[in-house]
């Protein structure tokens, strides 16, 4: 079977047919050495980093960054980024091998606040590619998180939930002279835009103060503070010429909640 009298795009076709049957591409890998890379990119499109341990099984089973099947994972899940952080740099570089991930979440829940503005740092424009973005429960300052954010050139989609006023208290810029470089080909964000249980005032500033605008199609905000309200004015005017739909509530300390939903 190493040199099958078939055509490598019939071969490649057949493989891509499997390509939600994990145990069928598993013994796809033992036919041939020819067939693995491309069972590999089905069999790693989408790698999830839940816990310590898994993160530790991957590093022994793959030793060697460079010829690990990260370059194949599309979706990168990380639920553990303080281990990720350690183990990058004890590798060094180990991370960046996921380098064409397209959909990247990172999520800290559990986390504590301590020196937690290093965390995001090994995964800061680790692809070029990467379309939508979500961050959920990382303590960080607003100021580290944007420029997180913006290190993604091609983003569209962002959610950034439950990074809390706590987590992100501190001085970061947003009410006193810029201190912050604006990138020098910021993503135009033609997605969808997520903001829940945050510090919200910072990431909208930010936002609207891009070079080129923003483009979302999609709005969902939740806030705490009332005078955020003329932030969210200024997100919705600047994408009225894209929006298709809206969810936007405030719900103020001692106030009813309002609501607003269109489509």
Known sequence: MSNPNLPAELLDHIIDYLHDTEDELMNCCLVSKSWIPRTRKHLFA???FSADEFLEL??????????????YAKTLTINCPHAVMAADAEVGGWIRGFSHIVNLEVGGQGMQDDNSDVFLIPLQGLSRVVKSLNIDHIPIRS??????????????????????DAAINGDDGSNGPPTIIQPSNPPTFTGSLTLMRIELAPIARRLLSLQGGIHFRKFTLKWDHGEDNSLITALVEGCSHTLESIDIGCNPLGAPPRHLRLY
Not at 143 to 158: N, W
């Open 58 to 71: 991957w590093k022994e089973t793959f030793p060697d960054p460079s010829t690990s099947p990260a370059r």
């Open 143 to 164: 100021s580290r998180i944007l420029d997180f954010i913006l290190s993604f050139p091609l983003l569209e989609d962002l959610a950034v939930t439950n990074c809390n």
């Open 46 to 48: 989408d790698v999830w």
